[in-house]
Every structure is written in C-alpha cells, then in structure tokens.
C-alpha cells in the first residue's frame, strides 16, 4: 500500500480542493443587492448527469437565510447561485459535492450611500363585504428595479367614516387613520394578511414601509371598503 508523506498530503489536499471550485462576482455588496456565486465541478465527480451542490452559508447576526442551499449544476459541472445580502456584515460561503468542499469565499455586504427607491402594491377582496367576513389583502413590496425586497415590516393602517363617506366626510373630510398590525414580506417581498369585519360602514386601508439604510420609505394605494349588513 503506498504511504503519503506529508509533503504529499498537502498535494493531495490541494488536488481535491480543485476538484470543487467556488468564487464570487464581487468582494462588496450593497445590503439588499444580491450575492452572486460562480463554481464549478471537476467531471471525473461524476457521470453523465451531477447531482446538486450544497451550498454552506454563514451569515451575519439577524439575517433570515439559511445555512445551506442547493444548486443545479450544468451537464460541464458549471454551477451559480444568488443569495439576497438581507443584513449588512461578512458572509462565508463553501461549496459541498460528494464529501469535497470547495475553498470558503467571503463577501461583505455593506450600506448603500443612498437609500434606494421602492414600491408597495396592496389589493383587497371581497371589496363589499358584510359583518362576519373576513377581508383578505395582500402585496409585494420590490425595488426600482421591480425585484421583491424580503423580509422587511409593512405596517396596515385603517381609516373609518360613516357610511357614504368613502372619499372623505362632507363636514370637512377629516379621517383619523389609525394602526392595525404589522406584517413582514416573504423571500419574494410578498405580503399577505386579513381582518375582521364588525360594523358596516366605509373603511379605507393602506399599507406603509417605514424605509431603513438601505430602502426609502413608501406607501401603497388606499383602498376603500364598504361593509354592507
């Protein structure tokens, strides 16, 4: 049986590092952008057909990703991946492919100098309900570019008036708005949320994003509800 020498186990090391690539389109990001991943298999890993890539992360405190995902490679072994830098910090990534790691990568995410534009989308239904209904409503929450920003706080706050004043009271239009709840959006920027019906009258809704470091703040359209008997 042949012995490694030490000097040869580090060859050996170095050998099977390159048999799992993995390295990433930029040292900086800014929070909220995306992290881009470029890697590679050697082919003698495998047949006709790779299985998935394991990809290991390590995230800074607070952020919602998870710590490993899947990536499909390519019939040559080439792989990518994407990963939303939700939290600003140093994050880590190896890639995992039968046994082999990959060398470990490290992206920082850091503020941008200006807080980017957004948009907030809020439709509502049924749109005439009646006491005892629920009324569902939902939205996304995206960037200028018209990609979802995940996991951030909308608030939902209510207006109500007597009915037939659904635009606004004929004694001077004044409406109280008030605060309902909080909801936060999912990996897509969706939102999702419902609430009770316990009077008739109109009742107006909008959702808000208060904005952050790296998001301005924004407000969807105001529906407006009438509740029957």
Known sequence: MPIISASNQDDYDETLLDMVTLSGLDDEVII?????LNGKIDPSLFGTQ???????????????????MLAKPALNGTFGYKQVADVGGDWTFEALY????????????????????????????PTYPR???RVSF???LT?????????????YRLASSPVGCIGGCAFGGYM????????????SGEYSFSLP?????????????????????????????????
């Open 32 to 36: 909220g952008d995306k992290i881009s």
């Open 50 to 68: 790779p299985s998935d890539v394991v990809i290991l992360i390590s995230a800074p405190t607070g952020s919602h990703a998870s710590s490993f």
């Open 98 to 125: 039968s046994g082999i790691y990959s060398n470990k990568i490290a992206i920082s995410a850091i503020p941008g100098n200006e807080p980017k534009k957004t948009a907030l989308t809020l439709s509502g239904w």
């Open 131 to 133: 006491v005892g209904d």
């Open 138 to 140: 939902k939205g996304r």
């Open 143 to 155: 960037d200028s570019e018209g990609k979802g920003i995940p996991f951030k706080a909308v608030n």
């Open 176 to 187: 109280e708005w008030r605060d309902a709840g909080t909801v936060n959006t999912d990996l």
């Open 197 to 229: 019906v316990v009077e008739t009258g109109g009742v107006q809704i909008e959702t808000v994003f208060p904005g952050d470091e790296t998001y301005s703040m924004t407000s969807s359209r105001t529906l407006k509800i009438v509740v029957n008997e």
